[in-house]
């Protein structure tokens, strides 16, 4: 037997058990998204506070990171973010592959103002060569084999 679905009727106990569900969707996703968010900065406060103790560990504050919650349609995991000063940002998430490590990204402006240069922090010493060499340059990344501009290959800012 074949039956035309048709909409239930405004006041129905079906009509108002699918607006419970809708509400109900909405409310947990946000409930999901808030915990998200709590998590990816804990997160990276405790990444920051045993990778890099001597250096990140005692300059950053676990308050100063913002998380964000996953984008499910694109694969990506819940992260956090810090802003430094002068320009620069953290960026840490957890892997998605198979060994779900801390991944901890620094972006710096680019010198030619066009967008930041990211580089993956594997320990304290990469972060300790880094900021050697942008203490040099004001915290800035300078191009080193072009001229900036349209061959920038840095990521634009928005």
């Known amino acids: ?3 035309i679905l048709t909409a239930p009727a405004t006041g129905s106990p079906l009509a108002l058990l699918f607006d419970i569900a809708a509400s109900t969707a909405q ?3 946000g409930l999901v ?3 998200e968010r ?9 990444h920051i506070y045993t990778a890099y103790s001597d250096t990140l560990g005692r300059a950053v504050d676990h308050d100063t990171w913002t998380g ?9 995991q819940p992260s956090a973010v810090a802003h430094l000063d002068g320009g620069l940002w ?20 680019c010198a030619c103002g066009h967008g930041y240069v990211p ?9 300790l060569e880094l900021l050697t060499e942008l203490r040099a340059t004001g915290g800035r990344a300078v191009h080193s084999d072009d001229t900036g ?3 920038c290959d840095s990521i634009p800012a928005t």
């Open 119 to 127: 580089t993956l922090l594997e320990d304290e010493r990469d972060l």
């Open 38 to 46: 709590d998590l990816a900065e804990t997160a990276a406060a405790d």
């Open 27 to 29: 409310l947990c996703a």
């Open 1 to 3: 037997m074949t039956e």
């Open 90 to 109: 953290l960026h840490h998430t957890i892997t998605a592959d198979a060994d779900y490590r801390d991944a901890l990204t620094l972006l710096v402006p």
């Open 149 to 151: 501009g349209p061959y």
């Open 68 to 76: 964000f919650p996953a984008l499910r349609d694109n694969n990506v």
């Open 33 to 35: 998204q808030d915990e």
